[in-house]
T-cell receptor, first 116, second 110 residues
Framework: GAGVSQSPRYKVAKRGQDVALRCDPI?????LFWYQQALGQGPEFLTY????????KSGLPSDRFFAERPEGSVSTLKIQRTQQEDSAVYLC??????????????FGPGTRLTVL | DAKTTQPPSMDCAEGRAANLPCNHS???????VYWYRQIHSQGPQYIIH???NNETNEMASLIITEDRKSSTLILPHATLRDTAVYYC???????????FGKGTKLSVKP
């Protein structure tokens, strides 16, 4: 079956531009996570959705980062006025249930954002 | 910060067993040990998890010491496609989000 998909796979933005990154989770998955992965580091948590509700956005690095999941399926991570330090791979993951570490998270391939 | 310590890199010959160690000396009694791996240019992939007993599935085996302060992931017959960064994870955030360390970069060589 289809896994988690993300688009675009690669995005180059000029500093100051706004970008939108899309995540299509596995159908029926309740939980959706966004992670940020800097070069040579493990992924770091950004935000969490349970269906359409954003229950945790404690990992978002600044108010330039905004995420939504209006119908409880597709999610979009938006970064306004991009800065060079935003350059990273942005990963989306989904899982079947809610808030349990033991639920396997299925990751998308990520979007590599490069800010020039 | 992650509660695990892993060697930054390891090599393994193709066809041999790859044994990846992980130290988690501060693990709590009800915390599981999870292993994910990340092949280049892909998202992380779940491998296996366990609490106390050793576990085996089609991908790997997980050996957890009796005191639960360390564990070993075993890939019994490594192939070139097993070249990846392997993450040992014992903790998560309040939403069930994974807390990754830097992992071990495993290179399987012909």
């Amino acid at each position: 079956g289809a896994g988690v998909s993300q688009s675009p796979r690669y995005k180059v933005a000029k500093r100051g531009q706004d970008v939108a990154l899309r995540c299509d989770p596995i159908s029926g998955h309740v939980s959706l996570f966004w992670y940020q992965q800097a070069l040579g580091q493990g992924p770091e948590f950004l935000t969490y959705f349970q269906n359409e509700a954003q229950l945790d956005k404690s990992g978002l690095p600044s108010d330039r980062f905004f995420a939504e999941r209006p119908e409880g399926s597709v999610s979009t991570l938006k970064i306004q006025r991009t800065q060079q330090e935003d350059s990273a791979v942005y990963l989306c993951a989904s899982s079947t249930r809610t808030r349990k570490l033991s639920d396997t998270q299925y990751f998308g391939p990520g979007t590599r954002l490069t800010v020039l | 910060d992650a509660k695990t310590t892993q060697p930054p890199s390891m090599d393994c010959a193709e066809g041999r067993a790859a044994n990846l160690p992980c130290n988690h000396s501060t693990i709590s009694g009800n915390e599981y040990v999870y292993w994910y791996r990340q092949i280049h240019s892909q998202g992380p992939q779940y491998i296996i998890h366990g609490l106390k007993n050793n576990e085996t599935n089609e991908m790997a085996s997980l050996i957890i010491t009796e005191d639960r302060k360390s564990s070993t992931l075993i890939l019994p017959h490594a192939t070139l496609r097993d070249t990846a960064v392997y993450y040992c994870i014992v903790d998560g955030g309040s939403q069930g989000n994974l807390i990754f360390g830097k992992g071990t970069k495993l290179s399987v060589k012909p």
